[in-house]
C-alpha cells in the first residue's frame, strides 16, 4: 500500500521558515519525481515545485529563491525547505509522487500571519 505522510507544517510569521517533509512508503522512491502542491482556501490547487527521479528542479515563480526541493533516495522522503515566508504561502501543502500513477498525502497546513 502506497502512502505519502507529510509533517512540518504550522503556524509561522511572515519572513520565518518552515521545513516540510514528506515520506513515501509502498514505493520505489528513486523512480518517482516527487512534486509539492498547495491549495489556498477558494483557490485551485498550484504546483509550488518539483525534483525529478535525476535531481532536476523547478518552481513556481513565486517562490523561486525563497523554497528549495531536495529529495533524500536512501530516506524515501522528500523536502521543502521554505523561507521568507509570506502571508500568500498560507495553503494547505500536498505531497505528490509520480511515476505512471499519482499518489497524493493528506496535506500539512501552512500559515503565514502576523
Known amino acids: 500500500q502506497v502512502q505519502l505522510v507529510e509533517s512540518g507544517g504550522g503556524l509561522v510569521r511572515p519572513g520565518e521558515s518552515l521545513r516540510l517533509s514528506c515520506v513515501a512508503s509502498?514505493?520505489?522512491?528513486?523512480?518517482?519525481?516527487m512534486t509539492w502542491y498547495r491549495q489556498a482556501p477558494g483557490k485551485q490547487r498550484e504546483l509550488v515545485a518539483t525534483i525529478s527521479s535525476l535531481g532536476r528542479t523547478d518552481y513556481q515563480d513565486s517562490v523561486k529563491g525563497r523554497f528549495t526541493i531536495s529529495r533524500d533516495n536512501a530516506k524515501n522522503t522528500v523536502h521543502l525547505q521554505m523561507n521568507s515566508l509570506e502571508l500568500e504561502d498560507t495553503a494547505v501543502y500536498y505531497c505528490?509522487?509520480?511515476?505512471?500513477?499519482?499518489?497524493w498525502g493528506q496535506g500539512t497546513q501552512v500559515t503565514v500571519s502576523s
Open positions: 505528490n509522487a509520480y511515476y505512471r500513477t499519482n499518489y
Open positions: 509502498g514505493v520505489i522512491f528513486s523512480n518517482y519525481a
